[in-house]
């Protein structure tokens, strides 16, 4: 099985809505356990691991892919 990919900052979309009706969270904290923030109500919710991998469904905006590169 693959590993998902995801960063600080990044904002996921969960499998099940936050109960504002909200499913998108930004990824605010991350270690063992990783703290996410609801986009809807800005409340957060610290979440271990491997818990937040399982209800993770993906990645919609990515900090890396925002980011770019300075023209001269």
Do not use: F, T
């Given at each position: 099985m693959e590993r998902k990919v995801f960063q600080l900052g990044d904002i996921v979309?969960?499998?099940?809505?936050?109960?504002?009706?909200?499913?998108?969270?930004?990824?605010?904290?991350?270690?063992?356990?990783?703290?996410?923030?609801c986009v809807g109500c800005k409340?957060?919710?610290?979440?271990?691991?491997a818990k937040f991998e399982?209800?993770?469904?993906?990645v919609l905006r990515s900090v890396e892919s925002e980011i770019q590169p300075a023209s001269e």
């Open positions: 979309q969960m499998k099940k809505p936050h109960p504002c009706g909200s499913n998108e969270m930004e990824i605010i904290r991350m270690g063992m356990d990783i703290r996410i923030k409340h957060s919710v610290l979440v271990p691991r399982k209800n993770m469904k993906k």
